[in-house]
């Protein structure tokens, strides 16, 4: 059995971070709102992949959160613990309900399972390694989950690029 995880083992901004995810009412896309500013859960969540502790504060997340806060530690869990990842989509898809959303400037619902992993022909398919650039420079109308990584690159590149501007 994996040891509780403490917050404080994290630096003080990616604790912060991760409190933000933890408590989160929307699943954010990357940019939100009337001026589609990047989103904060996006840098949060690019912040929190950064820390040496990251595995075990997405594990954390995914455990302890609510849907919202389950699903940014499942999209972190894409990138640093692949066999949690992959149960965790099932968990996630079996637990049911709904995902509160908030995309540009409006809030969605929707269930959670076809948030997580969609059914859809356009779905992008990004691995752990790959950037989101992939998917932007192949000139295809696409959709986005968090099962074929689409979602979770996405947050890492927005966020990463906010961060190079300032």
Known sequence: MK????????SAEAREAYESLLRTRFVE????????????N????????????????????????????RV???????????EAFTNGIAELKRA????ARLTGCLAVSEPV?????RSSNDVAIIEPEESFEKIL???RSFSLDV???????MLVYYARKEKEAK
């Not at 996006?42 to 302890?64: K, T, V």
């Not at 940014?72 to 613990?81: A, K, M, Q, R, V």
């Not at 099962?147 to 690159?153: D, E, N, Q």
């Open 29 to 40: 896309d990357s940019h939100v709102g009337y001026a589609g500013k990047v989103s904060t």
């Open 137 to 139: 420079d192949s000139g």
């Open 42 to 69: 996006a840098i949060d969540f690019e912040m929190l992949l950064s820390e040496n502790q990251a595995d075990a504060a997405f594990g954390s997340l995914f455990q302890e959160g609510s849907v919202e806060a």
């Open 147 to 153: 099962a074929h990584g689409g979602f979770p690159t």
């Open 3 to 10: 040891e509780a995880f403490d917050p404080k083992t994290l």
């Open 113 to 117: 399972a076809d948030f997580v992993e």
């Open 72 to 82: 940014y530690g499942l999209s972190g869990l894409f990138f640093t613990d692949r």
């Open 96 to 99: 049911g309900g709904d995902v």
